[in-house]
């Protein structure tokens, strides 16, 4: 109801002004624009804000993306496999300010600091209202689908675990 004031056209989106409105302190106004508006923009989606009064936290998560062949495959590939290639991709999920990757046994580090060196690519997917803890679990029960002995380098490999801690 109170939402719905400030937001009449139910466009799920305001602006801070409009937020004023809601009669929220200054204080707890910054505060839901500090913690769940984290792309710096000067609105709001309702679903940010209800994140907030619930006490969920916002964290960006993106795509760590390495070219193993080091920008060679995009000049051999239209010879090798008769289609242009960028690169062959070694993937990694960066959250919570770790960076995760299958390298035979699920691997964790700091990000972009992997014997991969630095990222070709980074790629934003977006952000997670999930916790540390959740993602814990989620690795936890991966951890026996990810062990040496099933790598496969086309079937069962880095990209396989950076869509599963993705979804």
Same mark, same amino acid.
């Given at each position: &109801?109170?939402?719905? /004031? ?9 602006? /801070? =002004? ?11 106004? @910054? $505060?839901?624009?500090? +913690? ?11 679903? =940010? ?5 619930? !006490? ?5 998560v993106e795509l760590?993306?390495? @070219? %193993?062949? /080091? ?9 090798? +496999? !008769? &289609? ?5 991709? &070694?993937? !990694?999920?960066? +959250?919570?300010?770790? =960076?995760?990757?299958? &390298? ?5 580090? =700091? ?14 997917? !977006?952000?997670?209202l999930r916790t $540390?803890? $959740? %993602? ?6 991966? @951890?026996?689908?990810?062990?040496? #002995? %099933?790598? @496969?380098?086309? /079937? #069962?490999?880095?990209?396989? %675990? ?6």
């Amino acid at each position: &109801h109170t939402w719905a /004031r400030v937001d009449p056209q139910g466009a799920g989106i305001v602006l /801070r =002004e409009e937020l004023g409105l809601m009669g929220l302190s200054s204080r707890v106004l @910054d $505060e839901v624009m500090n +913690v769940m508006n984290i792309d710096g923009a000067a609105d709001l989606s309702y679903a =940010e804000f209800c994140a907030q009064q619930l !006490g969920l936290e916002q964290r960006r998560v993106e795509l760590y993306l390495y @070219d %193993l062949s /080091r920008r060679v495959a995009q000049y051999v590939s239209p010879l090798l +496999v !008769g &289609h242009h290639e960028e690169g062959i991709w &070694h993937s !990694g999920v960066v +959250v919570f300010g770790r =960076e995760y990757f299958y &390298h035979g046994t699920i691997c964790e580090s =700091e990000p972009g600091k992997t014997e991969f060196g630095a990222p070709t690519k980074v790629i934003q997917l !977006g952000f997670t209202l999930r916790t $540390e803890e $959740e %993602l814990d679990r989620l690795l936890h029960g991966l @951890d026996p689908t990810f062990q040496p #002995h %099933l790598y @496969d380098a086309l /079937r #069962h490999n880095c990209n396989d %675990l950076s869509d599963a801690i993705a979804e």
